[in-house]
Each structure stands twice: as C-alpha cells, then as structure tokens.
C-alpha cells in the first residue's frame, strides 16, 4: 500500500502495487477505474481499494509490504526526481508521531494515509455495484481479525490494516440502497465538518474551550426556534446525545416547572404524576419516565387511529380519568413522525387539550421535526408554534452525520434553573467575558461533544432551501414507492391512505401464501416472511430496509427514507429484490 | 489557496501564493517552514498555513482566490506535465458532491482541502511558538465572521473559509500549553480512529447496522473490567455520553437493584432514598440525583479530609444518622481523582462501610480510573474491585478525543433488566444472528454515538504499557512542578502533601500581597489574583490554566496534567508565565 501524503508522496502504477491480491482482479479493477476517473486518479484509487480486499489483517502473512519507500514518482504517474523522505510504517509506532521531536513529516503522512483509505471507501460507499454490508455472524467476526487488545504496542502499519479490516466488515450507511435506519446516508460537508470538530477535540460547556462552537450553537439554536414560530426565535435548547435523551430533558423540564421543589426534595415532595403520549410513540417516553422516578406505569398511552395519529379526544378522557384517580397530568408527548408510520399527532386539537388542563406540551419531532424546513410539508406540524419543547433531530431527516438532535424550548432560563448546580471549578463567576455564554450548566452533561458544527456548515452549504429540496426529494421517493405497490400484486399496505412522512409500511406476501385460505394460517407464514427476506438481503449485502409487528400486525417491512443518495432507480430495485429473495418462501 | 489533492494536485512555490498576505511575513514563514521541513513540504505547508491569517473570511474581498487550477506542477516543485482536472470551488456548491452525478474526482478534492487545512492546525497546534488561543469576546467574535445561517447555499469555497475561520478562534487543546481541563492533548492515533468513526456514520444500538464497533465494545469493555479486578473480565458496562451520564447511570442501577419496582411505580413506591458522596465530589452526583427524581437533598456530603479524601468514619455515622431518620441509604459513590484536588477516597474502608450496611458502591474515577493502567501508580485504586460500578473516562487521562467515558458494572443483566422497554421495531427477536450483541436497549439513550474505536484503536497502538508510560510521564511533570513550587517564593500549596494526581493546587502571592498583615485584606486581594493572571493568559493566548475557590479558599490555581504534549520545560514556562502576567497585581 503507497503512502499519498498531501507533498505528493505516492503514485505507483497499479501494476507495482498489487500486493497479495490477484493481479487478474486488480488490473480488471484498476481498467474500470482509470476509466471512471480522470488524470491518473484510476491507478490511486486502485492502489487505495485495497480496502475490499483485506482478509484477516493482523496475520503477519496478510500484511500488505510497506511500500511507501517507492519514491521517484510523483502522483502524475511520471517520472521525476522529487527527493522526500520514505516512511515506512510498519517500523513505525505511534510513539514516533506527534507530539515527539520531528516528527511532523510522519504524522501527516499517516494521517494522510488514514485519509486516503477514507476516501476510496467513501467513494466506494456510494457505488451500487458495492455491497451494503459484507455480513458475518459475530463469531466468525470475531475470528476474522485479531481484535484483543494487547500489553504491547502494534506499529502504524497494523493500525493501517485495522482501519481497512473495520472498514471492511462495517455497514456502508451512506450506500443508496441502505434504508434501514431513520438515520442513513453521508453528507460530504457534514463529514468534513465532523472531520473538523474531532480535530478541535473540545468540549462544549464554557466559552473560554468552545467560544465558535458555543457561538454556533447559538446561532443555529435560534434560527430553529424561528423556523418552528416563536417570536423573534426566542427561547432556549441544547444539542444533546439523541432523541431520546432531548425527550428526558422535556420531561425533567415539564416536571421542574409544575414542583420546583422536585429538584431538592426529589418525587416524594411531589403528587403522583402521569404523561400522556400515544401508543405508537417512541419508547423513549417510557425510558425516561423510569429512569426519572416517575415510572413507566405512570406513562399513559393514548390510543391512535388507524394511520397512527394519537385521537384527542381519548387524551382529553384519559387525563380526566387520571385526574379523578389522584394524578396530576403534567406532560403530554404528541409526536410528529411516529417511528414505524411516520404519522404526525394532530398538534393543535393536542395543544388546545394541553391548554385547558394546563399541562405541558411536548412535540417528539425526533424524526419529523426536519419537515419544518419544507414549505410543502411542514403544515404536518402545523401548531408546533404552541409546544413548551420540541425534539428535533437533524441527524436524521436533514441527513446530518450521527450524533445531531436538538432540544428547543419555549421557557428562557428554566433548563439553567432545572439543571444548574454551580460547580465553582468550571462555571466562576469572576471570569472577564459575558458569561450567558456558558452554557455547560444547564446540561445534564458535564462535558458535551460539540454536534453544532457539521449542522451549522451543512446549512451553510445547502443553505434552508437546499434542506428544503433534499428533504421533499426523499417525500417524492416514498410516494413513488407508495404508488407502486399499492395495488401492485403480492402486496399488502399496513395502513390505507399515502403516508405522511417517508415511512411505507407493507407486507410482501410470497406466491405460496398469497391464496390461503385459513387466515390463521396465513397469518403465522407471513410473520416470518419479512425476518428471512432480511436476513437474505444482509447475507446478499444488496440492500437493507427494516421490518416489525405492531400491536397484531404481524411482521412488515418499514420502509423509510432519509438517504439522499436514494434514486427512483433505488425504489425500483428494493422491491425486485423482495420479490427475488421472496418468491419461495 | 492551493489545492492539494491527494493524486497530488497543488504544489506551487511560496512566492506564488501570497494570497492576500504580506509577502514579506509569508517569505520569513516559509523560509522558516522550509529549512524545518524536508522534501518541498515546506513551501506546501507554507500554502496551507493560511489558516493563521485569516480575517473576517466571509468578506468577498478577503476571499482567497480559487487556484486549484495552478496545475502545471506536481508536489515536487519541478515542473512536469501532470494534466488534471480543475476544481474551482468558488463555483462549486454541496449538490456538486457525491451523490451527485459524475462527483468523485470534486468530492476527493473538496474533502481533501479539508483535510489539508485540518493537517496544517495540527502541526501548527504542537507548535510552542503558537498561541494557545486567539481570544476574542463573544461579541467581538460574533462580529468577526459571518456566522448567521441563510436561506441560499453558500459556495465550497465559503465552506472552506468558515472551516478556517472556525480553527482560527478555536482553542489549540493539542497545544503542549493546554492545561485548562482535565481533558487536554490530541491524540493522532485516536484522531485518525474518529475520522474514521465519522466516515463509518453508524448508530451503536444493534449489531445489525454496527457489527465491528460493537464487538470492539465488548472486548474492550471487558479489558476494562479485567483491569478493574473482576473475575474473567465478567460484567456489564456501556460508553455514555461523558462521566456525569454514567454516574448517573450508577445510581440508577443502585436504585433498580434495591427497588426494581421503581421502573414501573416510581419513586412513590418507594421510601425515600439517601445517597452518599464526599464534599468534593463531582457536581453530576448532584445533578444525577435531581434528574431521577431522589433530590439534591438526598445527596449527603461525606467530610473530607485535609487533602480531599473521603472520611470512611464520617461516612458510616451519616449513613447510621440518615436511617434513624427513616432514609434508605443506597448508593454510596465514592472518588477516584477528584475533580480540583485530585483525591482518591480510601475505596477499602468505604467497601467494608458499604458492604456492612448493604450499600451499592460506585466509584467515579472518571478522571483518576485510568491510573488503573500503571503499575506505579494503580494502588491509589486499591479496593476498586468491591465496587459494584465505575465510571472510567479514557478521554481524561488517557488522551482519547472527546467523547469516551465508560461505565463498569460488576452484576452482569442488571443494566438490560433496568433499562429495557423491547422497541420491537429495534430489536426485533426474530433476527437471524445472536442478539445478547445488541446491546441497545441497556442504554439510555436510543441511538449512541460510537465511541469506542478512538479507545480501542489508541489502545492496539500503544499497549497497555503505551498508556501506562503515557499516564506516568503526566505524573512525573506534575511531581516535578509541585517539587518546583511547593518551597518557592511567592506560592502557597492549597494542601499539604504530594499530590496523589496530576493536580497541583496553589496560590501564586504577587509580591505586592505577600507580605501584607491583615489577613482579611490579603484573602481579599488574593481572591482577584487568579482570575487576573487567567484573563491575560487568555489574552496574551501563551497558556490556560484553570483555577477555583473551594469551600473557605479563595481562588487559586488548578493546575492539571493530561498532555502528552507538555514537558518540563512547559511546566518551567508556566511559573515563568504566572510570575510575567501577576507581578504587578
């Protein structure tokens, strides 16, 4: 493997750089590649694919001959004189890099070759021709590589091959026809920006570590308020670790604002409480009534209708019956994207309910939230304007790389309230700047990993129109999709009507099952359809989509996209592959 | 501004690319730069170092111009006949990037600018000649740059100048002068690892969608807990989001343990709950303590001895004192490196208290947990092993980029049983391979960021013997640096006795207080010393240090070793520094 250190170090020819491999296979790869890419780029990228090619890396056999000594061509693929320094890593540690003496020239060059084999797995990543995953069971994982962590150290060269073995066996998520997460695909910005923020490597709790990002957050923070309509984009909020994290500090804010005096004196000072939110919302909600004191059982759970939308009048009954049980109703979860439909809760009938037993609004748009920032879609969540907290994840609709999830909250000053605690070694309050920018105490953190940055330049970079346009793209997808197989042969919708959000849920029914009679019977075949065509489209790597029960639904497959890499083509394919790895079952 | 693509594009001479600069500071830099660097990469690093000039960068007349089109040269610096394609980012937008048709070639380049301005920072960040920061006030800042979010895309060359702007004012944590936090340095090893967590852009909750990761999690976890002292490695244990979640995740485990109806009822089921910690502990027991619903109350503050150790007799007559005022003590955390003075409570006489009155006993040695790592040094730990958990944060001491913190829990299941609500669209129990490795539904959160591979790749480069060396050499500068001061004119140490961490706590005396009598008056003056000399570091950008007061003491220095970076003489610069900027005071 060449080293091509940004000085132009590198620029083998694919035939001296075959390695292990089979030359047959590299020079065919290498042909196509010079082909696909201009000016020499083929032979690198050749050169730096060996990354599919990596088997059980740590074998010392395996090791791929450290060849970064080859010197005397530059990256043009012609000859000429440079003189430059060989490194050759595999008599290389870490130890020899930054910070020790001279040692400049060697760490770029290893970061440069970490870089390179970054790049080429990008770029194969989106290629359709790639696989998904290369998919093995976790025991033959394990055995796949050494991974035991050792007493001694391993040289640069053992690093470099264990980037390629993770690499190799990791999912590629920004693959176009990976779709099974809510979070999918890889923005280019985003990346680099992410890239960016590990350099950094600071904290967001003060100004004084973070003062751009802190700044940024800011920035970014307001203009989100803007876009769900508080006035002038006022208010609070905070990145936090994920959805469901955001929807702990909602609850623990809608607890604090009713009983202050919770945070001293803990749920025994408090009446028994109850949260409302649907049936088919995001077990967060739960997760963190449990973790908060307040119990799971206390968690109500609204009934939906049959497209997944929480029925305001069953909340309004229900908090009265709570209420006639000794309850004190204190936080309603309506939420904008369930997680399996993608239905959006009816948040102004919710708010006016909220409203007149005066509980706290919370609007779980984790997944939805993004449709915001399209003026097609965003009356989905028409009255979002009148929650106390919103949940919205960038990381997901707005394809901002993992993790980006916002808390927005309509209240000034009360997480600084609910949260603070005043630690005098990080937060003094005799430092020379204004320090309403240290924001660190209104976190249930400490330190905090800065997740503003890839957010705030991706919108830079596409700016609000260019989110707008990649997220009714995915829409136009999921409609594409809807359309297709609504009366297509062989397929089942779990729900009638076009789904709101990306989410398309169905079942396939192989020919085999599609006529039987029993219902019973056909039911218990087609529960374990869509387990056994995704564990074929993993061992095949073509594709990945997921699939669930629900209530008494029996397995389906939900199909969602956030992928902007995903292409009509891309639907097209999915549902052939159903049907090819489906057909005999 | 150059480009420098990794199939070597780029490569001008200094004199060509001046750029907006003044030619004779750009000559000096990069005579400099090239008498210091071999091979032509230093006039190469004399185009990137742009990134320390850089003024109000989103001002269309300080814009760089576009010379990625220079071409004509190879890095070499000798004229050949390279022929590639033109990339002008200032006509480039994000939507020219991959996905986007035909986008290969631009996407390398642009991400390969990235990279070649963070590559630039970080050689410049290890450079002593470098300030720490470029320190502006919030407002100053806010008016430095653009920064506010628009509705039209930005082109990739304004992308590029907000990625320098933003490095611009960012603090150097790699800087070998860097002692702000307890988490300082840059690790090119884990850096090169979380580069390549962001390009993998996965989700840590199903084995599913992030086979590798998760298996490193779980050999490393169980490395941990070896070293901790538990049989076999056997345990449970998880990567949160930072030290105060995972005690936070201690305490919630105490209260499951002892009350597993508390998930279901809540704290009403429950009698009212006492947690034990000393005076000097970490502010997230607190915090931990009011989000789950105990109450700050709840939280007793144990006395501490001179030195900021846990009094284990203090500890038994407040938690006799707390039954007989019908409390159930239940969780008792004791510290391993506490935050200011670095302190290790004596965990064997805290274990017998706790196991004599059936008490879970957690030990947060988020910032002293990796001394566990030195033969030298682990004894502090002693007694660790009868911890029933332990927060253990390898981004402190062991240099890992921000995020990496782990908690360790001894009772293997119980983390599942607490903290599972079976989402069946995630873990569906119908999948084809071994679910026990989807490890999601412990957690709190939904989607976790993958943290583990900085540790675990850091950890395969430098052994075990790599961190121990790493750890000690942090120990022997702040030895070095308290032996320097502790009988120097003008400091007073805070404490008594060699500190057991790397902290260091002492008061600098400018000569004017230091020989005032009134006692009440000198305290007054002292009091200002510290935040004075703090603002100047900050403005002169030479070092950061941080300082507090603690109890009855007035603000002193807290001076804290986690740079692999630092040597002696930085510790002599310090002192230098400290005396320069507070004489006058």
């Given amino acids: 493997m060449a080293s091509h250190g940004f000085w132009s170090l590198g620029g083998d020819n694919a035939g001296a750089n075959t390695g292990s491999q089979s030359p047959s296979t590299t020079r065919a790869w290498c042909q196509a590649a ?8 083929g032979s690198k990228l050749c050169a730096l694919l060996n990354v599919g090619e990596v088997e059980k890396p740590a074998e010392p056999t395996d090791k791929q001959p450290p060849q970064t000594e080859a010197g005397g061509t530059c990256g043009c693929n012609k000859s000429c004189n440079c003189t430059k320094a060989p490194v050759v890593f595999s008599d290389l540690y870490s130890t020899d890099l930054l910070p020790a003496m001279d040692s400049d ?23 359709r021709e790639t696989k998904v995953i290369d998919f093995h069971y976790p025991n033959e994982l394990l055995q796949k590589n050494n991974w035991e962590l050792q007493q001694e150290p391993a040289t640069l060269d053992d690093i470099l091959i264990s980037c390629r073995a993770t690499l190799k066996y990791a999912i590629k998520t920004a693959h176009p026809r990976y779709f099974n997460q809510l979070s999918t695909g890889l923005d280019m910005v985003g990346l680099a920006a992410d890239w960016l923020t590990s350099t950094a490597n600071t904290n967001m709790f003060t100004y004084e570590v973070a003062p751009v990002f802190v700044l940024l957050e800011y920035v970014t923070l307001k203009k989100m308020r803007e876009i769900i309509g508080w006035a002038d984009g006022r208010g609070d909020g905070i990145f936090s670790p994920g959805g469901a994290i955001s ?46 004191g307040i119990g799971t059982e206390s968690v109500i759970c609204i009934k939906a209708d049959e497209s997944g939308k929480m029925i305001p009048a069953d909340l309004e009954r229900r908090i009265l019956e709570a209420k006639q049980k000794g309850f004190v109703p204190f936080f309603v979860s309506a939420t904008a994207g369930t997680t399996v439909y993608g239905a959006f809760d009816p948040l102004i009938a919710i708010s006016d309910v909220c409203k007149k037993y005066n509980v706290w609004m919370h609007v779980d748009g984790a997944w939805g939230g993004s449709l915001l920032m399209s003026r097609r879609h965003r009356w989905k969540l028409d009255g979002v304007d009148r929650a106390n907290s919103v949940t919205w994840n960038p990381h997901k609709m707005m394809s901002v790389p993992l993790q980006c999830s916002a808390l927005l909250v309509r209240e000034e000053g009360l997480m600084q309230n609910c949260n603070q605690m005043h630690a005098c070694y990080l937060f003094q309050q005799d430092k020379h700047y204004d320090l309403s920018y240290d924001t660190g105490d209104k976190a249930l953190q400490c330190g905090r990993h800065v997740d503003i940055f890839k957010l705030w330049l991706m919108w830079r970079a596409k700016g609000t129109i260019g989110f707008e346009a990649q997220i009714d793209k995915c829409l136009e997808l999921s409609e594409y999709l809807y359309n297709k ?7 089942e919708m779990v729900f009638n009507g076009k789904p709101q959000h990306t989410n398309v849920c169905f079942w396939y029914l192989p020919p085999g099952i599609r006529y039987m009679e029993d219902k019973e019977e056909r039911k218990k075949h087609l529960h374990k359809v869509a387990p056994v065509i995704k564990a074929r489209m993993m061992e095949y790597g073509t594709t990945m989509v997921s699939y669930q029960p629900q209530g008494d639904k029996v397995n389906f497959f939900r199909m969602v996209i956030s992928n902007p890499a995903a292409s009509f083509e891309d639907i097209d394919f999915l549902i052939e592959e159903i049907e090819r790895l489906g057909q005999d079952l």
């Fill in 34 to 41: 010079a082909q696909k890419f201009p000016g020499g780029i």
């Fill in 105 to 127: 020239a060697k760490t770029m060059t290893f970061l440069q070759e970490v870089v390179d084999i970054l790049l080429a797995y990008i770029v194969e990543s989106f290629d």
């Fill in 247 to 292: 929807n702990m500090y909602a609850m623990l804010l809608a607890r604090f604002k009713m009983f202050p005096e919770v945070k001293e004196k803990g749920m025994s000072s408090v009446p028994r409480l109850a949260a409302f939110t649907s049936e088919h919302s995001h077990f967060s909600i739960k997760k963190g009534a449990a973790a908060l």
């Fill in 485 to 491: 197989i609504k009366d297509r042969e062989g397929y």
